[in-house]
């Protein structure tokens, strides 16, 4: 059973609006629609989980209707918190693998979900990753530092896992940025998935805007 746990909890802060951005309509859709969308769509997801908090509850439950979606996990004030929300929620299903989204990156491929899934059943863990093709440079104290860029890559989700991995990297606790950092601290290997560049965070309000762009062709776009 291949489970993906779509996460909508965070606050959304830096987007400055007055709802979390995951729920911002955009083209007569919420944000977290449009993965949600791709993941009943997709046939090697047998599952969904939506982690988000308690007070969206009823606005979750009124846009979603599908045999697929498992239930509705309340969230934590972070994102790992979260993540061990669902798993704890999904001990009574014993899944073998999850496959865990960032509800904020919402045009999510079924191309993408299949393949971070196969590489994930080779190595025990896999991650959508984006080569990083501009300079890179690190600021302090208003001296610039530049970065090699070679072999360098962005980590973006779908990251998808051994059920039984995850919740290993997860039992003592810890906080952390996505679910490969403390998955490979046990030892595992993380293959690298190449993504595109559509699959983006909607973080900033410049970002709603291209979001709106794309969401006007979604679903011409394979």
Same mark, same amino acid.
């Given at each position: 059973?291949?489970?993906?746990?779509?996460?909508?909890?965070?606050?959304?802060?830096?987007?400055?609006?007055?709802?979390?951005?995951?729920?911002?309509?955009?083209?007569?859709?919420?944000?977290?629609?449009?993965?949600?969308?791709?993941?009943?769509?997709?046939?090697?997801?047998?599952?969904?989980?939506?982690?988000?908090?308690?007070?969206?509850?009823?606005?979750?439950?009124?846009?979603?209707?599908?045999?697929?979606?498992?239930?509705?996990?309340?969230?934590?004030?972070?994102? +790992?918190?979260?993540?061990?929300?669902?798993?704890?929620?999904?001990?009574?299903?014993?899944?073998?693998?999850?496959?865990?989204?960032?509800?904020?990156?919402?045009?999510?491929?079924?191309?993408?979900?299949?393949?971070?899934?196969?590489?994930?059943?080779?190595?025990?863990?896999?991650?959508?990753?984006?080569?990083?093709?501009?300079?890179?440079?690190?600021?302090?104290?208003?001296?610039?530092?530049?970065?090699?860029?070679?072999?360098?890559?962005?980590?973006?989700?779908?990251?998808?896992? +051994?059920?039984?991995?995850?919740?290993?990297?997860?039992?003592?606790?810890?906080?952390?940025?996505?679910?490969?950092?403390?998955?490979?601290?046990?030892?595992?290997?993380?293959?690298?998935?190449?993504?595109?560049?559509?699959?983006?965070?909607?973080?900033?309000?410049?970002?709603?805007?291209?979001?709106?762009?794309?969401?006007?062709?979604?679903?011409?776009?394979?």
């Amino acid at each position: 059973m291949n489970v993906a746990i779509l996460l909508a909890a965070g606050k959304g802060e830096r987007m400055s609006e007055n709802v979390p951005k995951q729920f911002l309509e955009i083209e007569g859709r919420m944000l977290f629609e449009y993965p949600l969308s791709t993941f009943l769509k997709s046939e090697a997801i047998d599952g969904v989980v939506i982690v988000t908090r308690r007070e969206w509850f009823e606005v979750v439950e009124k846009r979603v209707f599908h045999e697929k979606v498992l239930g509705i996990v309340e969230g934590g004030d972070t994102r +790992s918190q979260s993540v061990r929300s669902a798993l704890e929620f999904l001990e009574k299903f014993s899944p073998s693998y999850v496959l865990v989204h960032d509800s904020a990156r919402p045009f999510l491929r079924k191309k993408h979900v299949s393949e971070v899934l196969r590489r994930a059943r080779e190595t025990g863990a896999a991650t959508l990753a984006l080569k990083n093709s501009d300079a890179l440079v690190r600021v302090e104290n208003d001296r610039i530092e530049y970065i090699p860029r070679k072999g360098v890559y962005r980590i973006l989700t779908p990251q998808a896992f +051994s059920y039984e991995i995850l919740k290993k990297a997860h039992e003592n606790g810890g906080e952390w940025a996505d679910d490969t950092e403390p998955v490979q601290k046990l030892g595992v290997k993380i293959a690298l998935v190449e993504g595109d560049p559509l699959c983006f965070k909607v973080t900033f309000k410049e970002d709603l805007e291209l979001a709106r762009i794309i969401a006007r062709e979604w679903e011409r776009i394979p």
